[in-house]
T-cell receptor, first 115, second 111 residues
Framework: KAGVTQTPRYLIKTRGQQVTLSCSPI?????VSWYQQTPGQGLQFLFE???????NKGNFPGRFSGRQFSNSRSEMNVSTLELGDSALYLC??????????????FGPGTRLTVL | SQQGEEDPQALSIQEGENATMNCSYK?????LQWYRQNSGRGLVHLIL?????REKHSGRLRVTLDTSKKSSSLLITASRAADTASYFC???????????FGKGTRLSVIA
């Protein structure tokens, strides 16, 4: 099976712009989670989706949003970018209904740089 | 705040030596998982240990869990240069809440 894929791999944006990141989970996986990783804060949970429904949301401002499509692919959007949004954004999929019980399979990440 | 805290933050050893990393957490858990991340890449799942288990092995990896002390350790035996990576523990506290990751231990294995 193909692994989790994320596009694009690298992105450079300027403050105030918006960005959309895409994640395709492993075939058959219906749960997708998003994480933000920075050197200072480590891995911070953003959201989790299962069958197009958001099951969990982390403590991030409303500028961060996401969705999941019927084919389980997911997108996350960040509007009005700030310098502090520069990070590695990781997507993970799992075979269960989500939550911490499942093993997470991570994609390679999207490196976002905000100038 | 992070649920899991790894210790040490960084570890440097010679190839062939054993590496031990520790994870402490604050609340009761259903399971604890360890992940590895090579520089700037995605995380790879290593092992999951449930709260009713005390020890698990996978190849050169040995994980222990002490729920009374709210701590876990990851031992990598006979380390190799390819083991150089960051290692994270992640805890599941149940209730369909997401995994919570620690900040990781950065392991350097010198050939």
């Amino acid at each position: 099976k193909a692994g989790v894929t994320q596009t694009p791999r690298y992105l450079i944006k300027t403050r105030g712009q918006q960005v959309t990141l895409s994640c395709s989970p492993i075939s058959g996986h219906r749960s997708v989670s998003w994480y933000q990783q920075t050197p200072g804060q480590g891995l911070q949970f953003l959201f989790e989706y299962f069958s197009e429904t958001q099951r969990n949301k982390g403590n991030f401002p409303g500028r961060f949003s996401g969705r999941q499509f019927s084919n389980s692919r997911s997108e996350m959007n960040v509007s009005t970018l700030e310098l502090g949004d520069s990070a590695l954004y990781l997507c993970a999929s799992s075979s269960g209904r989500g939550g911490g019980t499942d093993t997470q399979y991570f994609g390679p990440g999207t490196r976002l740089t905000v100038l | 705040s992070q649920q899991g805290e790894e210790d040490p933050q960084a570890l440097s050893i010679q190839e062939g030596e054993n590496a031990t990393m520790n994870c402490s957490y604050k609340t009761s858990i259903n399971n604890l998982q360890w992940y590895r991340q090579n520089s700037g890449r995605g995380l790879v799942h290593l092992i999951l240990i449930r709260s009713n288990e005390r020890e698990k092995h996978s190849g050169r990896l040995r994980v222990t869990l002490d729920t009374s002390k709210k701590s876990s350790s990851l031992l990598i035996t006979a380390s190799r240069a390819a083991d150089t990576a960051s290692y994270f523990c992640a805890t599941d506290v149940g209730g369909n809440t997401p995994l919570v990751f620690g900040k990781g231990t950065r392991l350097s294995v010198i050939a």
